[in-house]
């Protein structure tokens, strides 16, 4: 009977004290103070406290980064990183105020007093790391161009071409000529209409200027940078192949030429074949990171205290709970 009690004994110390330890998750608690920074530091970027999503979303990477950080630990990135050996060498030189030891015996004493856990730069080059070792990780195969051109297609807008005019155009600077400009632009214009004259010559009938008289392809965007947006729109809307104006823009009056427009719309792919390469690149390694972060933190127990609208309490922290 002894045996047996004490058997039993045994059999519910293991099921109910010693097995849950061996199988307990290791635990991330987001405390109350860190909450309260969090809200401080959306304060001073934004100008404003943030919402419940905003918050939630800033506990969330407080949580990736804390198990970024702790998995770099674990697979031992501190240890074989130059910048975080040479970094805790100096705080521990710092310490001691003497260079008696060298940079190994110094950062071996630095990791014996919990400095590794406690120097934010140390910290952000090791979740760096974890981030570059899992964003280079996503972009060892190279994208085919069937998944370049279905990236193009759902994407069409990132890679979408302007509308583009060619222009030739006639000063009148309005500083040299004051209220003058327009009537004379209007006159050169009547001239233009009796005598049709190639725009290579109509440009000597105008005054200097910096920008020249003759204009690649521009887009509206383009042209307001150097005229003005008024400017800029006009042009756009003229017809080809005649002179029009007269035009104000920010620098003077102009008669304006237009020689093409070419449409915008998406171009074909071999145009923009480096530019959908490194936007899907981009966003493969955001999804491999955020996968990863998801598939490491089911390892986690998350606690977080003072959260959005569970303020003064402690609780288990998953976004979908506290999103819906």
């Known amino acids: 009977m002894q045996f047996l009690l004490i ?13 849950p330890k061996r199988t307990a998750r290791p635990a991330i608690a987001i405390s109350f103070a860190q909450v309260a920074e969090l809200r401080r530091d959306a304060l001073a970027e934004t100008g404003r406290l943030p919402d419940r999503h905003e918050l939630t979303a800033r506990i969330d990477a407080a949580v990736a980064d804390e198990i970024l950080y702790r998995e770099a630990r674990r697979l031992g990135l501190a240890e074989e990183d130059p910048v975080v050996r040479r970094r805790l060498a100096q705080n521990m030189r710092f310490v001691r105020g003497h260079a008696a030891s060298g940079d190994a015996a ?13 120097d934010p730069l140390v910290r952000r080059r090791l979740i760096q790391r974890m981030r570059l070792a899992i964003d280079d990780a996503s972009r060892r195969d190279e994208p085919t161009d069937e998944e370049l051109q279905a990236f193009l297609f759902e994407h069409p807008n990132r890679f979408a071409e302007p509308e583009r005019v060619r222009i ?11 209220e003058a400009a327009d009537a004379d632009a209007s006159r050169l214009l009547a001239t233009f209409k009796r005598n049709p004259t190639e725009p290579k010559q ?17 887009s509206e965007r383009a042209l307001a940078k150097l005229f003005g947006a008024e400017f800029a729109r006009a042009v756009v809307m003229l017809p080809a192949t005649t002179w029009s104006g007269p035009l104000r823009s920010s620098c003077g009056t102009h008669l304006v030429w237009v020689h093409e427009k070419v449409a915008g719309g998406t171009p074909p792919l071999d145009a923009v074949r480096k530019e959908v390469r490194h936007a899907l ?32 309490l402690c609780f288990s922290w998953r976004r979908t709970e506290v999103c819906t």
Do not use: K, N, W
């Open 7 to 19: 058997g039993a004994a045994l059999f519910v110390l293991d099921r109910r004290v010693i097995e």
């Open 106 to 118: 110094l950062y071996r004493e630095a990791v014996s007093l919990g400095m590794d856990e406690s």
């Open 168 to 178: 030739s155009h006639v000063f009148f600077d309005r500083a040299r000529r004051g």
């Open 202 to 218: 109509a440009a000597e009938l105008g005054d200097p200027f910096l920008v020249p008289a003759h204009l690649p392809l521009q």
């Open 281 to 312: 690149l981009a966003e493969r390694a955001e999804r491999a990171v955020a996968d990863v972060i998801a598939r490491l933190r089911r390892r986690y127990d998350v606690q977080v205290c003072g959260g959005t609208s569970h303020a003064g």
